[in-house]
């Protein structure tokens, strides 16, 4: 976090893709901001690269964080999938897995109400990455059991929650 309110000149609040573009400079992660209200970047996790995509919406004054794993979900697997999102989601306090409609795309979705301001700090910005990223991380195992495993929902989630003892 240091890295990163260093490298952040403006006050401790900005306009929430402002300070997003900001704080993937400050990290080096590759970034585009496509429009005024919309940013991607890659960010590096412990399973994956994973494609974050913030958008801003000024109107709700919302800004909506989308962490893409690149997995999709196959036809034939979207019962099964669909099964674990459900028991996943029980699991999260904040945020949930989904799969788009189109394209059967999974991601890990979160909004961020702002205040009247509609400005992001830069705490709460390197927060809900970190938990964008964390989450994501934390299921990923349990998405591969499902989706190229052919283990059931429960044991996958079951498998994917056993914390090791040590490191590798």
């Not at 795309?105 to 301001?117: A, K, P, S």
């Not at 809900?128 to 929902?153: H, N, T």
Request: one cysteine or more; hydrophobic letters at 50%.
């Amino acid at each position: 976090m240091n890295i990163a309110r260093a490298r952040i000149e403006e006050a401790d609040d900005a306009a929430p893709v402002e300070m997003l573009c900001a704080l993937f400079e400050a990290h080096g992660w590759a970034y585009e901001q496509t429009v005024e209200e919309e940013v991607s970047a890659q960010i590096p996790g412990s399973w994956t690269t994973y494609q974050l995509r913030a958008i801003w919406r000024r109107e709700d004054r919302v800004l909506q964080l989308l962490c893409l794993p690149e997995i999709r979900v196959s036809d034939e697997k979207r019962a099964t999938a669909f099964e674990l999102l459900g028991l996943i989601n029980e699991q999260l306090w904040l945020g949930h897995f989904d799969i788009w409609s189109q394209g059967g795309m999974l991601l890990y979705r979160h909004g961020l109400m702002l205040g009247d301001d509609g400005m992001l700090s830069i705490d709460m910005a390197q927060m809900a990455i970190e938990s964008a990223i964390a989450e994501s991380d934390r299921f990923y195992p349990a998405f591969q059991f499902v989706l190229w495993g052919d283990k059931s929902p429960r044991a996958a989630l079951d498998a994917a929650m056993v914390d090791a003892a040590g490191e590798a």
